[in-house]
């Protein structure tokens, strides 16, 4: 789902379209690619990476085994890195 430095979305409007979807875990964090093809969720499961060309296939998910809580998630918005996502979290004291 995450696409190559030199990926070209079919449909550049994507990012315009209303559209709604239910996600049942909990996630508070969203990033958004660059191309604007590829959306990524991050929660205390994980990442979720949703295609939004194709939002109604399984999502590409990154599972966390971590005591540690996500807590932000940012796409790198740089196109010439844009397979990279980055996030941070709360260590606990």
Partial sequence: ??????HKSKNTDLFYHNESFRVDQGYGSVG????????VLAGDSGLCIIDLENPYEPPFKVQVNSQWKVVNVEWCPHKCRDGYVASTVLIPT
């Fill in 1 to 6: 789902m995450v696409h190559g430095e030199n």
């Fill in 32 to 39: 958004i690619s660059p191309y604007y093809r590829d959306v």
